[in-house]
């Protein structure tokens, strides 16, 4: 993404839960996120928004989750690490 559009006051965590785990990337944003919004990753993958929780509990240090899946479809495990995402958990 561009560094223009990832360097915003909202700091927010995606989390994309997979059947082979769950795939998490923080990102700055300069606009509250909402549902139906698309973070273009590159010149062809995009994941959407499918719902947005706001605060962490704590638990992480960011304002909002965003909770993503792949446009299209499913994306595999190289897919998601080429797009910045990392495996982790998400409780």
Known sequence: MSDNL???????LLV??????????????????F??????LDVYD?????????GDDDRW????TCFVSWEGGTATDKQWEQAGFEQGVYV
């Not at 549902?35 to 273009?40: A, C």
């Not at 240090?61 to 909002?64: F, G, M, N, Q, S």
């Open 35 to 40: 549902p139906g919004l698309g973070f273009r």
């Open 46 to 54: 995009m994941v959407n928004v499918d719902s947005v929780e706001v």
């Open 6 to 12: 990832t360097n915003g006051p909202i700091r927010a």
């Open 61 to 64: 240090d960011v304002h909002v």
């Open 16 to 33: 994309a839960p997979t059947p082979g785990g769950t795939w998490l990337r923080e990102i700055r944003l300069p606009f509250p996120p």
